[in-house]
């Protein structure tokens, strides 16, 4: 698995008027160049009349793939601009899509740089960022004895349970920050002097809100 990195967690979208042409910001979680191919279609289609529909997305794949479109803008203008945008905040698994209605005043290629990008960054600076962590999930097994007393430290140390199974013993599910695992499963041996069982189940990808 790869590391950490940031994404989107659902669509949004901006909309700012320079010198009279619209430019309306969109932004989308994406997994794969077909699913940004096809999001980028559906807005050309929607917008059939807008005078460019201009895109840049990153992939979190390894190699990191990325792409960027300037749709009949002046080379680099455009999609680059927006492009740098995404990288500059270390997004990925993110499309942006700038529609442009020319409100026929000419930006020139300054004005056309700073347009685009500012509304890719409008856009991600209204949308929701999420962390995936990357982390171990653990299956936590203790003595009824034992419950209060643990979830009281792992409460004040800031960890919360995922799943609670109360059978013949308590199981607890823990997602955990792989970095983080091995302090964690020492603060549970301190905690209940040892009498506990652990298994790592699985290691995945876990959203945290910013």
């Given amino acids: 698995m790869s590391s950490d990195y940031l994404t989107l967690n659902e669509p949004f979208e901006t909309e700012l008027e320079i010198k009279k042409s619209r430019f309306i ?3 989308y979680p ?3 160049e077909a699913e940004a191919d096809a999001i ?3 807005n050309k289609k929607e917008h059939y009349k807008a005078t460019h529909v201009c895109s840049a997305w990153v ?3 390894t190699p990191e793939r990325q792409k960027a479109s300037d749709d009949g803008e002046p080379s680099g203008t455009a999609g680059k601009p927006m492009l740098e945008v995404l990288k500059m905040r270390e997004l990925k698994d993110v499309l ?3 529609i ?3 409100g026929g005043i000419k930006l020139g290629a300054g004005g056309l740089i700073r347009a ?3 509304s890719a960054a409008a856009a991600l600076d209204a949308a929701q960022i999420v962390k995936k962590q990357l982390s171990d999930i653990l299956s936590v097994t203790i003595d009824y004895t034992s419950y209060g007393g643990l979830m009281n430290v792992l409460s004040a140390a800031g960890y919360k349970t995922a799943r609670e199974d109360f059978g013949e013993k308590v199981t607890l599910e823990f997602e955990i920050e792989m970095a983080k695992t091995e302090a964690f499963v020492d603060l549970i041996r301190e905690t209940t002097n040892g009498r506990f069982e652990y298994e790592i189940l699985d290691q995945k990808f876990v959203d945290i809100f910013l």
Avoid: H, Q
């Fill in 116 to 118: 685009y990008s500012g």
């Fill in 25 to 27: 910001g969109r932004v």
């Fill in 96 to 98: 942006v899509v700038v």
């Fill in 30 to 32: 994406v997994k794969s």
């Fill in 100 to 102: 442009r209605y020319f």
């Fill in 59 to 61: 992939l979190n794949t």
């Fill in 40 to 42: 980028i279609a559906a």
